[in-house]
Antibody, heavy 122, light 102 residues
Framework: QITLKESGPTLVKPTQTLTLTCTFS??????????VGWIRQPPGKALDWLAL???????RYSPSLKSRLTITKDTSKNQVVLTMTNMDPVDTATYYC??????????????WGQGTLVTVSS | DIQMTQSPSTLSASVGDRVTITCRAS??????LAWYQQKPGKAPKLLIY???SLESGVPSRFSGSGSGTEFTLTISSLQPDDFATYYC????FGQGTKVEIK
């Protein structure tokens, strides 16, 4: 059974850095074709892809947020960490991590975490 | 970046109706498209991948078709559990289609 769970602060202040951890089980991030990604969803709005990391340590970022994002993995701990700098109230959203399958330059999200709501406010 | 555009944004339908949602890509993406269902307060759920492959456990009333730039998600006979928001995804996601009760 594959599970993912997001953890991190529920409230951050403007200009602070957000660090979120995705802890997963049931798959290995060293298996070819596997990845973990982060997707967020502002209240009442659509899904917005942020970043992903593949089994081979290849990393991809949303072009509009690339300068603020860093994604890393710790295969031994089954964790992926996302950091987002210079947080703003518009970054208030539910942040999801997902188990990705990669094929020919494309990915889709096979399993999702439950999500964690992050509020940015002073 | 390839943009994904869904239509309609909202769809009102009744139980038993056949429902079709369209997703258009700003350039050809072959068959590299997935569809997800999301209910309020819940994480999305994968329905279809590679445009037409049904994810395991998803009811057969859901089907996907298309290639290139135009894709459709069809629900052959809408059930009460199907009222939700649906998203297409290539790399970015479409803006979503909310299926609500008529």
């Amino acid at each position: 059974q594959i599970t993912l769970k997001e953890s991190g602060p529920t409230l951050v202040k403007p200009t602070q850095t957000l660090t979120l951890t995705c802890t997963f089980s049931g798959f290995s991030l060293s298996t070819s074709g596997v990845g973990v990604g982060w997707i967020r969803q502002p209240p009442g709005k659509a899904l917005d892809w942020l970043a992903l990391i593949y089994w081979n340590d290849d990393k991809r970022y949303s072009p509009s947020l690339k300068s603020r994002l860093t994604i890393t993995k710790d295969t031994s701990k089954n964790q992926v960490v996302l950091t987002m700098t210079n947080m703003d109230p518009v970054d208030t959203a539910t942040y999801y991590c997902g188990h990705l399958l990669y094929s020919s330059g494309w990915y889709f999200v096979l399993h999702w975490g439950q999500g964690t709501l992050v509020t940015v406010s002073s | 970046d390839i943009q994904m555009t869904q239509s309609p944004s909202t769809l009102s339908a009744s139980v038993g109706d056949r429902v079709t949602i369209t997703c258009r890509a700003s350039q050809s993406i072959s068959s590299w498209l997935a569809w997800y269902q999301q209910k309020p307060g819940k994480a999305p759920k994968l329905l279809i991948y590679k445009a037409s492959s049904l994810e395991s456990g998803v009811p057969s009333r859901f089907s996907g078709s298309g290639s290139g730039t135009e894709f459709t998600l069809t629900i052959s006979s809408l059930q009460p559990d199907d009222f939700a928001t649906y998203y297409c995804q290539h790399q970015t996601f479409g803006q979503g289609t909310k299926v609500e009760i008529k």
